[in-house]
Every structure is written in C-alpha cells, then in structure tokens.
Nanobody
Framework: QVQLVQSGGGLVQAGGSLKLSCAAS????????MGWYRQIPGKQRELVASISGRGSTSYADSVKGRFTFSRDNAKSTVYLQMNSLKPEDTAVYYC????????WGQGTQVTVSS
C-alpha cells in the first residue's frame, strides 16, 4: 500500500504563493502518474493538475499560468507551486497516485484571504 504524506499549505493573502509537497513511499515512483485535487466543503473533489512519470503536465483552466506541478523522482516527491493565489483557490488539497486502485494523501488546507 502506497503512502502519500503531504506538507505545506496554510494561510496566505490574495496574490501570494504557497508550495505543497507530497512524498510517496514504495517503489516505482518514477513511473507513477500523480495528481493534485482540491475540495471545497459541500462540493466534489476536482482535479487541479496531473503529471506523468516523464514530467508532462496538464492543468485545470482555473489554475493555468499560476500553478506549476513538478516532481523529483530521486526524492519520490511531487510539488505544487501555487502563485498569484485567489480566494477561490481556498480548499483542501490532496495528492493522488493513479497506480492500481489509487491512493490519496491526507489533505492539506490552503486558505487565501482577500
């Protein structure tokens, strides 16, 4: 069972930046497709960005140009750099491993004040 441990997040003013990290246990990290999702209370979890094992990325339209998804395969870690944050980015953010049945990180609160 893969374990994903998240760090980062917190409270920031609009226009500010935060960086999330997600460290994975186990082997085969470099071939994993990984994703970042976010969820607002009462709403469905939505995909923010995904990254292939080779580093190809895709982003939701709402974060394009502001968020950057990257990975360090030597550290089995993925990162989400979030710039120009907006109050509507406020959510709990989850990393996700698409391998087999999938695994979720524990979630990290990101709060952007106006």
């Amino acid at each position: 069972q893969v374990q994903l441990v998240q760090s980062g997040g917190g409270l920031v003013q609009a226009g500010g930046s935060l960086k999330l990290s997600c460290a994975a246990s186990g082997s085969g990290f470099s071939s994993k497709i990984m994703g970042w999702y976010r969820q607002i209370p009462g709403k469905q979890r939505e995909l923010v960005a995904s990254i292939s094992g080779r580093g190809s990325t895709s982003y939701a339209d709402s974060v394009k140009g502001r968020f950057t998804f990257s990975r360090d395969n030597a550290k089995s870690t993925v990162y989400l750099q979030m710039n120009s944050l907006k109050p509507e980015d406020t959510a709990v953010y989850y990393c996700y491993d698409y391998t087999l049945l999938g695994s979720w990180g524990q979630g990290t609160q990101v709060t952007v004040s106006s």
